[in-house]
């Protein structure tokens, strides 16, 4: 029989898939020998059994009760009661962090018998039915399933009559009545009573928390963030230990380092005389723990020795609840704390300074999502001006967009393709979709734990809490500063860093990490860490990182982020622009001496691009890719030429000759599936004299650049070839041209030719195609395209968003590498390629080239490089080097 219960003494965080990460972390704090509230966790496996049957699995419930035993023995005390009863606490705790995306119910036990002994056995009336009201309030909306607003309008309404500015203004009679107002509610909204049974409400706490793991904000929270569903939620029963006994009494939230910017030290909220749940929620701002420090000097050193303690245990940050109860101090939970990119950056660098992590670990514990978001630009400080309002810079970075005031308004402007910022009182789980949808986070209360703050930073998102002088009216959909009114859809900028707020949209600058690629310039801070961890990224990787760049501009860039040479060079792109009209001469040819004319105009100016790139380049590899889209595309729109010459007809004028003679050109040329048609290797195996131009071009400028002193290599790709005969006639025709022009011009020109792979057939074939290839480049986007049959400028509008909630596609197939099929398909052709051609070159060169996830995968396949834009190389360069990290302990940012 499966077990699924285990109390706090017989596990370890070594447990996380059994016990949730929670559970895992308090077994490990009680093993460790801190102080925690006894309790015992139902594990994940109990969760799925219960999910998949919607029963309870045999042997769960004798468990608990087994395990519950116990810990009323060890505490002299029965649950529930009537004389100084004992109290649990049942909370979600999945193998994955989802901060306020499952349940958590407080105080089971009490009930209208209880509640008197507890009261008496504290000596404090008060908290007795604030303990009280909250269970209430927690199981009617968690459990039985009642309007979580129905409550806070009830008490929203008890603190107006009593003219109480906020929870504490209400007296114990005021709480006594509230608890019956919040049991006339559940009884009206449900028909049912409020249990009274201790027992009935633990077993449907623990049920209650399991059914939220297929919640709409969990399952929405796991797709933002990339973790599976099947997983499941453990859940804790606790012994419940008290904040809100009194000024003596409180909880916290904690970090041993700031996870916003990762400096050394303690920080943290802590509020008087309050529960865990009011910390986050950020319903009266909290104060730092220095303050903990002036009220309480005993439990803050304590705390701070735990949290030491816990640092140097766990090697990495770490995230605290804790709860004072009577001077007493108690741990709640730790967990290795989420951070923004720059606290990652900052936080490995300063470990392995302190000899707590090697340099590998480091580099594993920061990845290539966090380094874009650092790329990022920042607001000019010099000049947005005098702030409209400051807060806590919860959550760094610069985001600029229309103030809105609840969640699905955000939802509604960003889906139309507006940019947001969700403004908030404060935010709750609920609010999830909102802060997905916004740019960025902006809340008068809570601070650097709230709720705001603790799911911004998790998911990168620029953030600003506790900005007091904001008044928000959700009501009236606006907030004040002052005499300032901001009204809904008015464009704001949120800076996160420095914790302020501007009206308009403030400049951007490059930020500092940005300007370290560009000129190599170190200083201290982030870039400092930053550079050390590519400086070890570039010592063990294994791939190279190429760049798709197709000016000398782009390629001068790309070599400055670190690029190894040009994976794509794509020579279309040089007939756009004023080019157009010598292309639109070579297809409106009629004779084999006009197109050659044409051809011979367009040969000086790809010349010169190409020497410009290899330059750029010199002594490393540029791969240029021969013409692939089909000719139509560099002729004018067909339905815009219809109409002039419909409009000159309509008139009674004779039409342009011009637009004529293109429209005619236009429609031979039209085609159903223009991306299956015409083009790549077909154009050139069918457009005489067009791939002998541009092959002939190449050529000269490696003659060019070699007679300069130049050490060029140039690199010649066919695209689409979907048979070995395609390859073999047009390499034929290539090393015809390269032939004549070593022959003319006394110098050797000797460029490699190889292939694009992106079509099936040519992945299932490459055996074969590497008999005429010296090298392979993957075109992954083309190569998704035809393997799942998707027309990508149609599909990712179309029904792309319902794939994605559907949990058909984990992520869009065209930003990560769909490895169960695509990713078949290369490794099919790798295997096949190289056992036809050992040694056989082999790269990617689609978009996937830069994708942290997409670089494991291609990394594990055993290609040679990656290819990227320019802006993308510092990810590649650095997700390259944590691929090759094979074995290495990773901290999972999730």
Known sequence: MDRYVYAFTEGGRDMADLLGGKGANLAEMTRMGLPVPPGFTVTTEACRAFLATGTEPDGMSRAISGHLSLLETGAGRVLGQPDDPLLLSVRSGARFSMPGMMETILDIGLNDESVHGLAKSSGNERFAWDSYRRLVQMFGSTVMGVDGALFEKAMADFKQARGAADDLG?????????????????????????????????????????????????????????????????????????????????????????????????????????????????????????????????????????????????????????????????????????????????IAAELVDEGLISADEALARVGGDGLAHLMFPRFDTTAVGEALAHGLPASPGAAVGAAVFDSAEAVRRAAAGEKVVLVRQETTPDDLPGMIAAQAVLTSHGGKTSHAAVVARGMGKVCVCGAEGVGVDTQARRFTVGDTVVEEGTVISVDGSEGTVHLGAAPLVDSAVMRYFETGQRSDGVVEAVARAMERADGVRRLEVRANADTPEDAARARRFGAQGIGLCRTEHMFL????????????????????????????????????????????????RLIDPPLHEFLPDRTDLAVRVAAAEARGDVPDPRDAELLDAVNRMHEENPMLGLR????????????????????????????????????IMVPLVGAVEELRIEREEVERVLAEVSEESGVPVRCPVGTMIELPRAALT?????????????????????????????????????????????????????????????????????????????????????????????????????????????????????????????????
């Open 170 to 346: 209400l007296d114990a009679a005021d709480l006594a009545a509230l608890v019956e107002a919040y049991k006339e509610l559940i009884r009206r909204e449900t028909g049912e009573t409020f249990p009274q049974s201790p027992a009935e409400q633990l077993r449907r706490a623990v049920l209650a928390v399991f059914e939220s793991w297929n919640g709409e904000r969990a399952r929405l929270y796991r797709h933002r963030e990339h973790i599976p569903d099947d997983l499941g939620t453990a859940v804790n029963v606790q012994t419940m230990v008290f904040g809100n006994l009194g000024p003596d009494s409180g909880s916290g939230v904690a970090f041993t380092r700031d996870p916003a910017t990762g400096q050394p030290g303690l920080y943290g909220d802590y509020l008087p005389n309050a529960q865990g749940e009011d910390v986050v929620a950020g319903i009266r701002n909290t104060v730092s723990l220095t303050e903990l420090e002036r009220l309480d000097p005993r439990s803050y050193l304590q705390l701070r020795d735990h949290m030491r303690t816990l640092e140097q245990h766990y090697r990495d940050l770490c995230d605290i609840e804790f709860t004072i109860e009577r001077g007493r101090l108690w741990m709640l939970q730790t967990r290795v704390g989420k951070r923004t990119a720059e606290a990652a950056f900052a």
């Open 577 to 624: 622009g004023e080019r157009r009209k010598l292309v639109e001469e070579m297809i409106l040819a009629r004779t084999d001496a006009e197109r050659e004319q044409a051809l011979e105009a367009l040969l000086p100016l790809q010349r010169q691009d190409f020497t410009g790139i290899l330059e750029a380049m010199d002594g490393l590899p540029v791969t240029i």
């Open 680 to 715: 790549g290797v077909r154009l050139g195996l069918v457009v005489p004299g067009l791939v002998a131009m541009q092959v002939r071009a190449i050529a000269e400028a490696v003659v060019e650049r070699v007679r300069a002193g130049g050490s060029p290599e140039a690199e």
């Open 766 to 894: 490459a055996g074969r195609i590497a008999e005429e290839a010296e090298f392979f480049s993957f075109g992954t986007n083309d190569l998704t395209q035809t393997t799942w049959g998707f027309s990508r400028d149609d599909v990712e509008a179309a029904f792309f968003s319902a794939y994605l909630d559907k949990g058909i596609f984990a992520a869009s197939p065209f930003e990560t590498l769909d490895r169960t099929g695509v990713g078949r398909l290369i490794r099919i052709a790798v295997a096949e390629g190289r056992a036809s051609r050992p040694g056989l070159k082999i790269g990617v060169c689609g978009e996937h080239g830069g994708d942290p996830d997409s670089v494991h995968f291609f990394h594990d396949a055993d290609l040679d490089y990656v290819s990227c834009s320019p802006f993308r190389i510092p990810v590649a360069r650095l997700e390259a080097g944590r691929a090759a990290l094979t074995g290495t302990e990773t901290s999972d940012s999730r």
